[in-house]
C-alpha cells in the first residue's frame, strides 16, 4: 500500500515500511526501511525526520535560504555531484555547456494501482498479489531535465522494487555518465556488507565485511552479471545470524555490468547504491529521449539471513520466473559433456542416453560439439548446422531415436559467440565486438556478437528459431562463454561505443524475449561458462541456470550455499558427475554428490556406460528417491543450518507436512563420535516420522580394515578384494524416529560415528565428505 500524508510518502508491505519525505529544500528525505511501522498521519513520522538547525563545519550550504542545510549530511532518496553531496551519487551527468552539476528536486507525484513494465528491460511481475508504484518526479532546476524515481511495492512479497528514468527535456544533448537504479542512505554505520564473489568454477563465495569508514564496491566490468561478484548483496549487523536479526537483501534485474557500492560518510552515514556500472558507461540522450534504468530489488527481514532469504526466494519463485515451467518440476536430465566434451556422435550418444534412461532419466542433453566442425573449442561458434558426419539423420534423426527411448530430448547452443574460424566470421566480420584493425584479446578463442546491432538480434534469433524447430528439442542450455574485452560496436558511432555494454544486453534481451515467446514449451537452461551470468534478468527469460562448471560436491555445497542467499534451489542447475572430479581431481563419495545436487535441479552428467553395476544401481536408487521427493526438493522452504566443516540444509514443503534435510561434514574430526543435525521450519507441535535412506557401503572404502573381519587375509585392491567388494556391501546405519518436530528442531542424535574403536551396522560410516539425506513426513 502506498500512502500520502502531506510531503510524506509511506510505502508499506505486509511487513515493512518505507517511508521518505520532502524536505523544505526539495530534495527527498529517506527516513526509513526496516520493520513495519504504523503510521496515520503526516504527524507520525516526526520522530524520523532529522532535525537541522546548522549545517556541520567545512561543508556546503544547499542554498542560502537555508543555511541549516548540507547535503552532505543528509538520508536522500537520490542524490549527485555539484551541490555539496560529495558521497556515492546517484546520476552523473555531461550537459550541454560542460558543466557537470546536476539539481534535481520535487516536482509532482503519481500514485498508481498496479505497475509499469519496464520499456526495454524484464522487470518484476505479480499475477497473484497486490502490487502499487509511486512515481517521485523531480526536475533539474537549470538544464530541463526530468528525473523519474520509481517504487513499486510487491504488499504480499515484501520487496519493493526501483528503478529510474531519466527524461531529456532541455533543448539539447545530454551525456549520461551514470544513473543508479536504486539509493538507500542509512542514519548510522557499522553494516555488514555481504557480497558473493569467486570466478570460474568457484562461484559465490560469501564475503562480509564490515564497514565503519570509507567504501566497498561490488562490481562487474565482464560484460555480464559475472561469476566475480554476483549483483546480490545483503546488509546486515554484525550480530546478524542465519535465524535472527535484522538483515537487507538486494539485487538487480540485469544482466551486464552492474554497480553496487556501499560508502560511509564523515558523519557516519551509510549509503548503499546500485545500478549499472558506471565504469565506461555513457549514453548520449538526445533531445526529447529518455534512458531507463534495469529494476532493483530490495527487501528487509528482521529474522536473520534465512528469514531474508525466503522472502526472495518467494519473490524469485512467483514475481521474476515466469512461463510454463513457473511451478513444475523439472525432468531429470543427463547431460553428454563431461561423459564425451567435444568427442560425439550418434552412436555414442545413443548408448549413454539408453544408459540414462535404464537408470531413471528422463531427459537426455547432448551438450557442445554438434555443429559445423566443432571437434575442439578453436572453431565452428556462428555455423549452427549439423556435423553430419557426427550425426548422419541430422538432429531430427538422433532426436526421434532418443524420443523412441522414452526420453526426451535436449540441445546445447552458444547463440551470442562466433570463432574467427567460422564461415559466419568470414562473411560478416562487421558483426563482431572489436575494434577495427587493432588487435584483439581472445577468451577461449571466440569472440563476441555484436548485439548492440539490432540485424545481428535478428538473424541470430532467426537461426535459432531453425534449430529449435529442426526437431522436437524440449530443453535448451544457451551457453555464453567468454567474458568482454575490447568493448567497441562497429554499429555504433564513435560519441556512442559507452553505450555498447548496455545495448549488447538490450539486445540479448528481445532475442531472449522473442524465442521464449516462440517456444513457451522448451526448457531453457541459462549457462555462462557455469555461474558467469546468473541473475535476475537472466530469470526472467529462464528459469534456471547452470550455477556452476564446478561438480565437485565439497564446492558445490559451498557454492549453492551462496547462491541460497539471494536465490531459490528451483533456479539452481546440479549435476551429479564422476569422480576424481573434472574441476578438482577431489573424489567424493558418490551419495554425498547426490546429496548435495538434489537440492538444487538434479541431473546427471558422467560416463554412465563406463560405471559400475554397484554405481548404476546407487543412481537409480537416487533418482527414485529424487522423483519422490523433488517437488518438496524444489519448492519448498529452504533453511540453511550450519555452514562450516559441517552444512545443514532443510527443505520443508509449503504445508509442511514433508521435509528433507541434508548433513554433510568437510573432514572428519578423529574420535568425534556424535554428531546431530538440525532440522527447520517443521511444524512445532506435529508428529513427524523422521527416516534415511537404506544405506550400504562398498567394503573396499574400509582398506585393509577387511582383515579385521575376514577369515582369510585380503590384500588390499588385489584382485580377490576387487571381488569380493563386488558381491559383499556392509549396511549402514538406520536412523528412525518419531516425535513432534520442536523434539526434532532440538537435534536429532544420530548413530554413533566410526571412530576406530570398531564397526557394526548401527555405526555411521562417515569418512571426509561424508554426508547424509534425512526424510520427514507429517503423521
Ligand atoms: C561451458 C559450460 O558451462 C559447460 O557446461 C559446457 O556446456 C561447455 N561450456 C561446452 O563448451
Redesign the pocket.
Known amino acids: 500500500m502506498i500512502r500520502q500524508f502531506g510531503d510524506t510518502f509511506v510505502l508499506d508491505t505486509e511487513n515493512t515500511t518505507y517511508c521518505m519525505k520532502k524536505l523544505v529544500t526539495g530534495q527527498m528525505e529517506h527516513l526509513y526501511y526496516g520493520k513495519k511501522l504504523y503510521i496515520d498521519r503526516e504527524e507520525d513520522v516526526l520522530s524520523l525526520v532529522e532535525k537541522h538547525e546548522f549545517a556541520p563545519g567545512n561543508t556546503n550550504i544547499y542554498d542560502s535560504d537555508h543555511p541549516q542545510y548540507s547535503l552532505e549530511d543528509m538520508r536522500l532518496e537520490m542524490s549527485s555531484y555539484g551541490k555539496g553531496d560529495i558521497r556515492e551519487p546517484f546520476i552523473e551527468t555531461v550537459h550541454d555547456d560542460g558543466a557537470m552539476t546536476d539539481d534535481f528536486i520535487f516536482e509532482s507525484a503519481v500514485i498508481e494501482d498496479g505497475r509499469q513494465k519496464l520499456s526495454v528491460m524484464p522487470c518484476a511481475y505479480d499475477d497473484e498479489k497486490t502490487v502499487n508504484e509511486l512515481t517521485i518526479i523531480l526536475a533539474d532546476k537549470n538544464y530541463g531535465l526530468k528525473l523519474e524515481l520509481h517504487y513499486c511495492v510487491f504488499e504480499g512479497r515484501d520487496v519493493i522494487t526501483r528503478y529510474s528514468k531519466l527524461i531529456n527535456e532541455s533543448e539539447s544533448d545530454v551525456r549520461l555518465k551514470r544513473l543508479m537504479s536504486m539509493q538507500l542512505d542509512f542514519e548510522d554505520s557499522g553494516y555488514v556488507f555481504t557480497t558473493f564473489n569467486g570466478g570460474w568454477a568457484r562461484e559465490m563465495n560469501r564475503h562480509d565485511t564490515l564497514i565503519y569508514a570509507g567504501k566497498h564496491v561490488n562490481s562487474s566490468y565482464t560484460g555480464s552479471s559475472s561469476s566475480r561478484a554476483n549483483p546480490f548483496v545483503m546488509l546486515s549487523h554484525e550480530d546478524t545470524s542465519e535465524d535472527h536479526g535484522d538483515c537487507y537483501g538486494f539485487n538487480l534485474v540485469y544482466s551486464g555490468n552492474h554497480y553496487e557500492a556501499c560508502e560511509v560518510s564523515s558523519f557516519n552515514k551509510t549509503r548503499y547504491v546500485s545500478g549499472i556500472n558506471p565504469q565506461s558507461f555513457e549514453f548520449l540522450i538526445q533531445k526529447g529521449e529518455a534512458f531507463e534504468t534495469p529494476e532493483a530489488v530490495m527487501t528487509y527481514s528482521p529474522y536473520g539471513f534465512n528469514g531474508m532469504s525466503q522472502i526472495m526466494h518467494e519473490f524469485v519463485r512467483e514475481c521474476i520466473v515466469r512461463g510454463k515451467w513457473k511451478h513444475k518440476v523439472r525432468p531429470v536430465l543427463l ?1 553428454s ?2 561423459a564425451a ?2 568427442d560425439i556422435n550418434e552412436s555414442r550418444l545413443l548408448k549413454l542416453a539408453k544408459a540414462g534412461k535404464d537408470v531413471g532419466v528422463e531427459l537426455f542433453v547432448m ?3 554438434w555443429f559445423g566442425t566443432r571437434n575442439d ?1 578453436k572453431q565452428s561458434l556462428g555455423d549452427w548446422y549439423v556435423n553430419k558426419k557426427k550425426l548422419p539423420q541430422g538432429i531430427s534423426g538422433l532426436c526421434k531415436k532418443i524420443n523412441d527411448m522414452g526420453l526426451d530430448f535436449g540441445i ?1 547452443v ?1 547463440p551470442e559467440m562466433v570463432n574467427v574460424n567460422s564461415n559466419l566470421y568470414k562473411e560478416h566480420p562487421e558483426w563482431v565486438i572489436e575494434i577495427p584493425g587493432k588487435p584483439h584479446t581472445e577468451g ?1 578463442n571466440q569472440r563476441i556478437l555484436d548485439f548492440a546491432n539490432p540485424q545481428v538480434v535478428e538473424y541470430m534469433t532467426n537461426v535459432m528459431s531453425d534449430v529449435f524447430s529442426s526437431a522436437a528439442i524440449s530443453y535448451v ?1 544457451w ?1 555464453m ?1 567468454r567474458i568482454f574485452s575490447d568493448y567497441y560496436s562497429k554499429y555504433l558511432p564513435k560519441e556512442r561505443q559507452g553505450e555498447c555494454a548496455h545495448r549488447y544486453i538490450l539486445g540479448l534481451y528481445s532475442m531472449m524475449e522473442t524465442l521464449t515467446q516462440k517456444y513457451p514449451d522448451i526448457l531453457f537452461e541459462g ?4 555461474g558467469n551470468r546468473f541473475d535476475l534478468g537472466i530469470l526472467s527469460y529462464f528459469p534456471q541456470i ?1 550455477a ?2 564446478d561438480t565437485d560436491a565439497l564446492y558445490r555445497v559451498n557454492g549453492m550455499t551462496g547462491y541460497s542467499y539471494g536465490y531459490p534451489m528451483s533456479v539452481v542447475s546440479a549435476h551429479v558427475s564422476a569422480c576424481p572430479n573434472h574441476q578438482t581431481l577431489r573424489t567424493t563419495p558418490l551419495a554425498t554428490r547426490f546429496n548435495v545436487a538434489a537440492f538444487g535441479v538434479c541431473g546427471y ?1 558422467c560416463n554412465l556406460c563406463d560405471m559400475s553395476k554397484n554405481d548404476l544401481l546407487e543412481i537409480k536408487e537416487q533418482i527414485s528417491i529424487y522423483k519422490n521427493w523433488r517437488e518438496v526438493l524444489m519448492y519448498g522452504t529452504f533453511y540453511r543450518g550450519r555452514c562450516g566443516n559441517v552444512h545443514e540444509w532443510t527443505c520443508v514443503s509449503k504445508d509442511r507436512k514433508r521435509a528433507v534435510g541434508m548433513i554433510m561434514q568437510e573432514l572428519v574430526q578423529p574420535n568425534i563420535q556424535f554428531e546431530q543435525f538440525f532440522p527447520k521450519g517443521l511444524e512445532e507441535q506435529a508428529k513427524y516420522k523422521f527416516f534415511n535412506r537404506d544405506l550400504r557401503y562398498n567394503i573396499k572404502g574400509f582398506g585393509d580394515l577387511v582383515n579385521t573381519a575376514s577369515p582369510i587375509h585380503i590384500k588390499q585392491d588385489s584382485v580377490l578384494h576387487n571381488v569380493i567388494s563386488k558381491f559383499v556391501t556392509m549396511p549402514g546405519e538406520c536412523e528412525e524416529y518419531t516425535s513432534s518436530g520442536s523434539v526434532l528442531m532440538a537435534g536429532v542424535k544420530l548413530k554413533q560415528g566410526f571412530a576406530a574403536t570398531g564397526y557394526n551396522d548401527n555405526t555411521r560410516y562417515y569418512q571426509d565428505f561424508g554426508s547424509r539425506i534425512y526424510f520427514m513426513e507429517m503423521i
Open positions: 547431460n559433456w563431461e566434451y567435444f551438450d557442445d560439439g573449442d546445447w552458444e577461449r542450455k551457453d562463454n549457462c555462462a561458462a557455469g547452470w556452476s562448471d552428467e
